[in-house]
C-alpha cells in the first residue's frame, strides 16, 4: 500500500507509450527515490529483470578494460597482487572477489 498519490506512480513515455524505450537506469533511480520515501515500513518490492532496476553502484573490470586499470581498481580494493601478473590472471583474481564489490543503486536505496 502506498501512502501517496496515484499520479506519483506514474511514467510516461514520450515516444511510443512504451515506457522501456525511455526509461534508463536515472530516471528510474530519481522515481524510485521519490517513490520509496512513500511506503509504509516493512513493505516488499517487486522489479522485473529490465536493465534499469539492474545498474551497478560501481563498474566491475572485465577483459575489455586495459591492465593499467584492473590493477588500479585492485589497488582500491585493496586486493593484492602480483605485478608479473598478466592480465587474465588478475581478471581471475577479480572473479575471485567480485561477489564483495557487485552491488546495485536501486539495492543500496531500498
Known amino acids: 500500500m502506498l501512502n501517496t ?26 522515481w524510485f527515490e521519490k517513490i520509496i520515501t512513500k511506503l509504509v515500513p516493512n513493505r516488499v518490492i517487486v522489479m ?6 539492474s545498474v551497478k553502484a560501481e563498474p ?21 597482487f602480483d605485478e608479473g601478473m598478466v592480465k587474465i590472471e588478475l581478471l581471475e583474481l577479480v572473479k575471485s572477489n567480485r561477489s564483495q564489490y557487485e552491488k546495485y543503486v536501486i539495492d543500496d536505496l531500498a
Open 5 to 30: 498519490k496515484c499520479g506519483d506512480l506514474v511514467f510516461e513515455s514520450k515516444k511510443t507509450g512504451d515506457y522501456h524505450e525511455d526509461m534508463t537506469g536515472d530516471l528510474f533511480k530519481d
Open 60 to 80: 566491475i573490470p572485465n577483459k575489455s578494460l586495459r591492465k593499467g586499470d584492473i590493477i588500479s581498481w585492485l589497488q582500491t580494493k585493496n586486493i593484492n
Open 48 to 53: 522485473d529483470n529490465a536493465p534499469y532496476h
